[in-house]
């Protein structure tokens, strides 16, 4: 998973920054949510996540705030020309601004192996005990809990588990397996522990249909 989003982020996202200038100079709401639109459809492409996944989980896993960067640069520009017009050079360490000080959100997707795909996007399935209700309810970790007693772990509480995982790994001296990396080995551990819930998922959308 973490691949697919470094892929996006080397080929689509810098065609994105180059029209950010137009984008921040965009008046008409229709044309500025088209672009953001297009933006979260691209990211969609490259990671293989349904259209029916939640926003706030897909931009959570993007980890690209348009608005934001849009403003950003549009301020360093602004900084740089008032810079260049008296002689001067402008440096960005030393602008204690929000704007430039805001941190890049931390990413998420990093070391998530592709089963993880695979989970989120088995979770969007709708319901298939619930076909006779009149609101139609998808297979969320907190549908299964509520309606039919199944636990399984949500997308968040697979990211912060995961995260503890790999701080504990990268804190061992050795790898413990001579010809594997650390990396190796975060990926295979964190497949298995996803595997446990998207099997469980699995079982329920198969016995249930």
């Known amino acids: 998973m973490d691949f ?5 982020q080397v080929f689509v996202l810098p065609m994105y920054e180059f029209a ?18 297009h933006l979260r459809a691209s990211f969609r492409s490259y990671i293989g996540l349904k259209k029916t996944v939640k926003l706030d989980l897909m931009l ?5 705030n348009l608005e934001e960067r849009s403003e950003q640069l549009q301020y360093i520009s602004e900084q ?9 050079i402008y440096n960005l360490t030393s602008d204690t601004n929000p704007i430039v000080q805001k941190k ?11 089963v993880m795909i695979k989970y989120i996007n088995m979770q969007t399935s709708l319901c298939p005990l619930c076909k006779e209700c009149e609101a139609m309810k998808q297979c969320t970790a907190e549908h299964l809990a509520k309606v039919h007693n199944i636990t399984i772990k949500t997308t ?10 790999f ?12 010809n594997k ?4 080995i975060m990926l295979e551990s964190a497949e298995r522990y996803i595997q446990t819930s998207s099997e469980k998922l699995k079982q329920f959308l198969v016995k249930s249909s």
């Open 4 to 8: 697919r989003k470094n892929l996006w």
């Open 20 to 37: 950010l200038p137009i984008y921040s100079a965009e008046t008409a709401i229709t044309r500025r949510e088209g672009m953001q639109r």
């Open 60 to 64: 959570k896993l993007m980890g690209y």
């Open 80 to 88: 740089k020309w008032k810079h260049r017009c008296d002689g001067e």
């Open 104 to 114: 890049k959100p931390k990413n998420v997707c990093r070391r998530l192996p592709r």
């Open 156 to 165: 968040q509480e697979l990211i912060q588990d995961l995260e503890e995982m």
């Open 167 to 178: 701080q504990k790994i990268e804190s061992q001296k050795k790898s413990g397996h001579e």
């Open 181 to 184: 990396s650390k990396r190796e």
